[in-house]
């Protein structure tokens, strides 16, 4: 069995699946809680699905972008977890698993949220005739670049989007712009446990040593200056 972990925002996941199959998962809204509620979340749907630990055979995570503290504290416990029980570790992006839950979309779908300092984060992916593929890879943009960018017309707008947002989308793009709203929006754990699990029957998976967070920018708190500790 596989435990899938996505803590990348407000909104965290878990899932269980056999063979990428969804067996259960739990999404809720954890606001900076991430590191207190986590653990006893996992727990708690491994003793509604009578699995045991040992019952693991790889852990799939959300490497973001997003939250510095929610990502911390996702793929530390799946490392943690790959090393101690000896499991194969898959990381999934975030912005690819906010894309792919609507994968049959016939045409460039544009993930994105907002990322501070008045910045959207973003990537584009598209799945055609030769498979699913990333056509931007994720990057940071000030929303006055990415409503300009060309790239983008018809393209299905998702991730988190704010109203305000949405309405600028349409006025940059046309009325007819495809934005997925609502629960439509809500990035759950089976999306990213798909992904994963793709890649590992196909034989690829991540050192977990290695893997760590996507950060599109430098956290905010740096080393003080002049070698002082």
């Known amino acids: 069995m596989e435990l899938t972990i996505d803590t990348a925002s407000e909104m965290a996941s878990v899932a269980l699946s056999r ?17 207190v509620e986590l653990l006893p979340t996992i727990e708690h749907l491994m003793r509604r699905s009578n699995v045991n630990k040992g019952d693991l055979t790889a852990v799939f995570v959300c490497i973001g972008p997003g939250s510095y503290t929610g990502l911390r504290v996702g793929v ?41 300092r008045s910045e959207l984060a973003w990537a584009l992916f598209e799945s055609a005739a030769d498979g699913w593929r990333e056509m931007v890879s994720p990057c940071l943009s000030p929303p006055e670049a990415l409503l300009a960018d060309k790239r983008l017309e018809g393209a299905l707008f998702c991730g988190e989007i704010s109203e305000e947002l949405a309405e600028s989308l349409r006025g940059a793009f046309g009325p007819p ?53």
Do not use: M
Request: charged share 25%; with cysteine; net charge positive.
């Open 177 to 229: 712009t495809a934005i997925a709203l609502g629960a439509a929006s809500i990035r759950r754990a089976a999306t990213i446990t798909e992904l994963a699990w793709r890649r590992l029957a196909a034989g690829d998976r991540d050192d977990a040593a290695s893997l760590k967070p996507i950060y599109l920018r430098e956290p905010a708190i740096t080393p003080p200056r002049g070698g002082r500790k």
């Open 19 to 35: 063979e990428g199959s969804l067996e259960a998962e739990l999404t809720w809204r954890c606001p900076r809680n991430h590191s």
């Open 76 to 116: 530390s416990t799946a490392k943690g977890l790959a090393f101690a029980l000896g499991l194969a570790i898959v990381g999934v992006g975030r912005l690819e698993a906010d894309a792919y839950q609507h994968a049959d979309y016939r045409g460039p779908i544009c993930a994105l949220h907002r990322a501070g």
